[in-house]
Each structure stands twice: as structure tokens, then as C-alpha cells.
Nanobody, 114 residues
Framework: QVRLVESGGGLVQAGGSLRLSCVAS????????MGWYRQAPGKQRELVAT???????NYADSVKGRFTISKDNAKNMVYLQMNSLKPEDTAVYYC????????WGQGTQVTVSS
């Protein structure tokens, strides 16, 4: 069974940076989409950024110009570089990979202090 494991979350001051990583354990093939989503307390889960198999990216308006999504197909990994972090970026961040199955990670906490 394939699992997604996120890492790189933590506590950072406003204006700082973090880099999230997500790796798929086990072999996956023909991944059509990789992405990052987040859920803040009391709010619904929302899209942060996605990247397709053809490297087309999509970002939430709130993170455009600050966050960058990238991937390493050979390693089955997806990354999220987060710069100029704001307190409103505080949330649990989840990675997602869509292949034969739609698979989600368990999440990693990102906390941005003001």
C-alpha cells in the first residue's frame, strides 16, 4: 500500500521560509497530478498549489508569487517552497498524488508567528 509522507513543517516567524517535502513510499506510476492543500482550524481544506504530469502549475491567489511547487518524478517526490510566510498561512499542509488512486498524506503543521 502506497503512503505519502510529508516533512518540513514547523514554526517560523512572519517573513520567513519553509520547504515542505512529500515522498511516496512504494512504487507509483503515471502520476497525473501532485499537489499541496492546507486546512486551517475551523476552515475547509483548500488548494495551495498543484503540478501536472506536463509540469503545468496552478496556485491559489493567496500564495502566488510566494510559494513554488516542484517535483522529482524519479523519486516520487513533490516539494513546496514557501517564502514570505504570513500568519494566515498557518495550517496543516497535506500533499496529494493522483495516479491509479487518489492518495493523501497525513499532513504536516506549519505555524507562522507574527
Amino acid at each position: 500500500q502506497v503512503r505519502l509522507v510529508e516533512s518540513g513543517g514547523g514554526l517560523v516567524q512572519a517573513g520567513g521560509s519553509l520547504r515542505l517535502s512529500c515522498v511516496a513510499s512504494g512504487s507509483i506510476f503515471s502520476v497525473s497530478l501532485m499537489g499541496w492543500y492546507r486546512q486551517a482550524p475551523g476552515k475547509q481544506r483548500e488548494l495551495v498549489a498543484t503540478i501536472t504530469s506536463s509540469d503545468t502549475t496552478n496556485y491559489a491567489d493567496s500564495v502566488k508569487g510566494r510559494f513554488t511547487i516542484s517535483k522529482d518524478n524519479a523519486k516520487n517526490m513533490v516539494y513546496l517552497q514557501m517564502n514570505s510566510l504570513k500568519p494566515e498561512d498557518t495550517a496543516v499542509y497535506y500533499c496529494r498524488m493522483v495516479w491509479r488512486f487518489d492518495t493523501w498524506g497525513q499532513g504536516t503543521q506549519v505555524t507562522v508567528s507574527s
